[in-house]
C-alpha cells in the first residue's frame, strides 16, 4: 500500500503545475454554453495548446501518438488540470477518450493514421453513435443497418441521445451488418463523417434546457468498407473496449471537481449563517468523506488497471455506480445550501449543475445496467432477466 | 503510487486468515458466542503471540515494528471472524498496559456514556473521555466493576455494563489521547470492513444456491442489486480505510470509520434480507454481524462525531 508518487511522477506533476500557471491566463473567456460554435473552438482550441506542449494523448500508446504515459501519470494529468481549473475535455471527449483509444487498440496503421493525429491536435472532433429510440441499455438490440454496396456500406437508421453531435466530425456509429446473426454477432463498428450526404441532426432539448445531444436521421448514408474499425460482425468485441474506456477514468477529474465546489458550498454556507444548521453541515461532512473516498478508490482502480497493462477492469463499474449517485447527492446538498428560493433561480451558481446531475445514473450505462454488470462479472451471479 | 497490497502484507493477512480459521471456526464461534460471549483467553495469547497486539512496537520494546496498515490488514480479517474482545482498546495499549502487547492482559475500553464491554475479564480499563485518555487498574479498576450493572446485552458476543460515573475514578493519564482515539476508530473500521465483506460473500453464496421459482434466487434482479449494492459499499470503505491506515489523517481517519460503519450495517442488513426467513433467525449469523457492528458504531467515533470532524475540513 504506497500512496506517494515516485520522483519522477513529481517530477512530471511540477512541470505540467507550472505549464498550466503559464498556459491557463491566456486563455479566452468561455463561451456560452449554447454556442455550440464557440464550444468547439474553445475545447478544440484547448486540445490544440496540449499537443502543442507534449500533453495530447498522455494515457495513449505511444505508436498511437501518445505519450504512452502509465495510469498514475494520467491520474497526475486530470488532477492537476482539474485543479488548475484547465477546461474540461467538452467536445473531444468522444475522440479522446472513446473513438481514440478504440481505434488505437483495434484499427489498422492506416486508421491509426488517418483517425489519431487529428484528434490529438483538436482538428476533429468525434461523437458517439451507439444509441438508438428502440435500443438503449440494450444497446444490441440495435437496428440501423448497413448494407455492402461494392466498397462502401449503405447506411440507414436512427441515433439517439448523441452527445455533442451538431459539431462533431466524425460518428463511432454502430450498425447491423447481418440481420440474420444472433444480436451480439451481426454488428460492425463503423467510423462515419458527419457531413456526409444523408446525415440528418435534430438537436434534443435537454431538461437543463440547452442542446446536449441529438437525435440523427441515417438515410442511405454511404460510408467506405475500409472505414470499419475491427472485422465485419465483431463490432460488439470492439465495442466492449469502447465501453471499458468509457468508464475505466472518464470521471476522474470530475471527482476533483466535485471535492472544489464542496469547499464551495461550505463556504457559502457559512457566509450564509446556515452552516449552524448541524444537518446541513454534517451533510456536507458526510460528502467529504464520500469525494474522498472516491479518489482513494480511483487510486485502487488505477494501481490494478497499472498490474494489467493499463486496460480499466469492471472496477470502474463500482466507481460510476457510486460516484454518480455522490454527485447528485452533491447537488441536492447545494440546493439546500442555496435555500428554498435561490435554489429555483437558474441565473445562481449550482442551480443548472443540480439538473445536470440527473444524468449521471442514466448515461455511460444506467446504475441498474451496472448494478447488473457487478454482479454478474464481479460476483459471479448467474445470468438471469 | 502502488496502492495495492505488497507481498509481506499479503502474507500476513493469509496468516492471521488462517490462524483464525483453525482456531475460531465458525462451530467455535457460535459455541463462544452461546455461552455469553466474552473473551477466550487462550486464542488472546496466541493472537498475541502471532504479533497481533505488538505489531506496532518498535523491535527493541518486543514488538514487530509494522505499522497502521498491517494492524488495519489484522483487524479486517478478525472482523470477517466475528472474534470478540475489546481488541483495539488492548492494541493500543500494547507497551502500556504490562501483558497487552502479548496477549496476556485484556484491556477493555470505556467511554463516557456508553457500556463497558468484556468489564468482568478486563485486566485494565482504558478511559476515553472526548480528547482525553487514562488507564485504570488494579483497585480503581475493581472499584469500577464494584459500581457496575450488567446490561442485557444486544450483541451476544459483547458483554455490557453500565458504569456509573467514569469521571469519578482516576487513572494514570495517557499522553496523546486524541492519536489514541483515531486509531481506534480506524481499527475498529477495519472490522467493520471484514464484517461489511463477510456479510457479502455470504448473500453471494445464499443467493447462489437458494432456488425459488425454478432458478437460484441470485438469478433475479432484485436480489443481484442488492449484491450489487454491497460490494459498492463495502469496496468504498475499503479503499477508504486503508488509506486511511496509509496517511493517518485525522480527517481521512474519520471518513474510514463513517463509511465502514455504513458499509458493516448496511451490508449485514441486506444480508438478512437475502436470507429471507432464514435470516430472520438466530441459527443465520447475519444477525451477529448486525448486531456486532452497531456496537462498533457507537465506539472511538461515531456518525455524528466523525460528521463534524469532516465538516470542519472544508474550507
Ligand atoms: C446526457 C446523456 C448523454 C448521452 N450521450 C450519448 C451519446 O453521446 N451517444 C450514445 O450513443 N448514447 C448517449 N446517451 C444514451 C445513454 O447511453 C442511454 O440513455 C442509456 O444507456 C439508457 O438507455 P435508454 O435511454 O434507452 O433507457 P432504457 O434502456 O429504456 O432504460 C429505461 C430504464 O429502464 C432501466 N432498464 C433498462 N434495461 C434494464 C435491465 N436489463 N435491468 C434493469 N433495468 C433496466 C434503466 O436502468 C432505466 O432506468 C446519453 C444519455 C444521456 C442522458
Known amino acids: ?385 | 503510487m502502488d496502492f495495492r497490497l505488497s507481498e509481506d502484507q499479503r502474507a500476513l493477512r493469509t496468516g492471521i486468515r488462517e490462524l483464525l480459521a483453525g482456531r475460531f471456526a465458525r462451530d467455535r464461534m457460535r459455541a463462544t458466542l452461546d455461552g455469553g460471549g466474552g473473551v477466550g483467553r487462550e486464542l488472546w495469547r496466541e493472537l498475541g503471540a502471532a504479533g497481533l497486539f505488538a505489531l506496532r512496537l518498535p523491535g527493541t520494546a518486543g514488538g514487530v515494528g509494522l505499522g497502521l496498515p498491517e494492524s488495519v490488514l489484522m483487524f479486517d480479517e478478525i472482523g470477517r471472524s466475528l472474534l470478540p474482545g475489546p481488541l483495539a482498546a488492548t492494541e493500543l495499549a500494547a507497551g502500556v498496559v504490562k501483558g497487552a502487547a502479548e496477549g496476556e492482559a485484556v484491556v477493555a475500553l470505556a467511554e463516557a456514556g456508553r457500556p463497558v464491554g468484556h468489564l468482568a475479564q478486563a485486566d485494565a480499563l482504558l478511559v476515553l473521555d472526548g480528547d482525553r485518555a487514562r488507564v485504570l487498574t488494579g483497585g480503581a479498576l475493581r472499584q469500577v466493576l464494584r459500581e457496575a450493572r450488567p446490561v442485557r446485552s444486544l450483541d451476544p458476543g459483547t458483554p455490557l455494563w453500565r458504569v456509573p460515573d467514569l469521571a469519578a475514578h482516576d487513572g494514570e493519564p495517557l499522553p496523546e489521547g486524541a492519536r489514541l482515539r483515531r486509531e481506534g476508530a480506524l481499527l475498529t473500521a477495519a472490522e467493520q470492513l471484514g464484517s461489511a465483506a463477510r456479510s457479502l460473500e455470504a448473500a453471494v453464496q445464499h443467493a447462489g444456491e437458494r432456488e425459488q421459482f425454478g432458478a437460484p434466487i441470485g438469478a433475479f434482479q432484485a436480489v443481484k442489486h442488492l449484491c450489487a449494492g454491497m460490494l459498492v459499499r463495502a469496496e468504498t470503505a475499503r479503499t477508504a480505510v486503508y488509506a486511511a491506515a496509509v496517511t493517518a489523517d485525522p480527517v481521512e481517519i474519520a471518513g474510514a470509520k463513517l463509511l465502514a460503519d455504513d458499509a458493516a450495517v448496511g451490508n449485514a442488513r441486506d444480508c438478512l434480507q437475502v436470507h429471507g426467513g432464514m435470516g430472520f433467525t438466530w441459527e443465520a449469523d447475519v444477525h451477529l454481524h448486525l448486531k456486532r457492528a452497531w456496537l462498533r458504531s457507537g465506539q472511538w467515533l461515531t456518525a455524528a462525531d466523525a460528521e463534524e470532524v469532516l465538516a470542519a475540513d472544508l474550507a
Request: include cysteine.
Open chain 1, 1 to 385: 500500500m504506497d500512496l506517494s508518487y515516485t520522483d519522477e511522477e513529481e517530477e512530471f506533476r511540477a512541470r505540467l503545475r507550472e505549464w498550466l500557471a503559464s498556459a491557463l491566463p491566456g486563455l479566452p473567456g468561455r463561451p456560452d454554453p449554447g454556442d455550440w460554435p464557440g464550444r468547439r473552438a474553445y475545447d478544440t482550441g484547448w486540445q490544440r495548446l496540449l499537443y502543442d506542449a507534449g500533453y495530447a494523448g498522455l494515457h495513449w500508446p505511444a505508436d498511437a501518438g501518445g505519450r504512452g504515459a502509465t495510469p498514475t501519470q494520467h491520474l497526475i494529468f486530470l488532477e492537476e488540470t482539474e485543479r488548475a481549473g484547465a477546461p474540461y475535455v467538452g467536445a473531444n471527449f468522444v475522440g479522446l477518450l472513446h473513438a481514440g483509444p478504440t481505434i488505437a487498440a483495434e484499427g489498422t496503421a492506416a486508421q491509426r493514421a488517418r483517425w489519431l493525429p487529428p484528434v490529438l491536435r483538436g482538428d476533429e472532433v468525434w461523437c458517439q453513435g451507439f444509441s438508438e429510440p428502440e435500443a438503449g441499455s440494450d444497446l444490441a438490440s440495435l437496428r440501423t443497418r448497413a448494407v455492402r454496396d461494392g466498397d462502401d456500406y449503405v447506411v440507414s437508421g436512427q441515433k439517439i441521445w448523441t452527445s455533442h453531435a451538431e459539431v462533431a466530425d466524425w460518428c463511432e456509429l454502430l450498425v447491423r451488418t447481418d440481420p440474420a446473426a444472433p444480436r451480439h454477432r451481426g454488428i460492425s463498428w463503423l467510423a462515419m463523417r458527419m457531413d456526409a450526404p444523408g446525415v440528418t441532426v435534430r438537436p434534443l432539448r435537454t431538461l437543463a434546457g440547452s442542446t446536449e445531444f441529438a437525435e440523427m436521421f441515417l438515410d442511405e448514408v454511404r460510408v467506405p468498407v475500409s472505414h470499419r474499425v475491427g472485422e465485419e460482425n465483431d463490432g460488439w468485441r470492439v465495442t466492449m473496449v469502447t465501453l471499458s474506456f468509457e468508464r475505466g477514468t472518464a470521471f476522474v477529474g470530475e471527482v476533483v471537481a466535485c471535492r472544489r465546489t464542496l469547499d464551495a458550498l461550505a463556504a457559502e454556507a457559512r457566509r450564509s449563517g446556515r452552516w449552524d444548521d448541524a444537518v446541513l453541515r454534517r451533510r456536507l461532512g458526510r460528502l467529504n468523506a464520500e469525494f474522498r473516498a472516491l479518489w482513494r478508490l480511483t487510486q485502487w482502480n488505477v494501481s490494478e488497471a497499472q498490474s494489467t497493462g493499463g486496460v480499466p477492469g469492471t472496477g470502474g463499474s463500482v466507481f460510476k455506480l457510486r460516484y454518480s449517485h455522490a454527485r447528485q447527492e452533491l447537488y441536492e446538498a447545494a440546493a439546500e445550501v442555496l435555500g428554498a428560493g435561490d435554489a429555483l433561480d437558474l441565473d445562481r451558481e449550482w442551480v443548472l449543475d443540480r439538473l445536470s446531475s440527473l444524468s449521471y445514473t442514466i448515461a455511460a450505462g444506467t446504475s441498474q445496467i451496472q448494478r447488473n454488470i457487478v454482479a454478474e462479472r464481479i460476483l459471479g451471479l448467474p445470468k438471469g432477466r
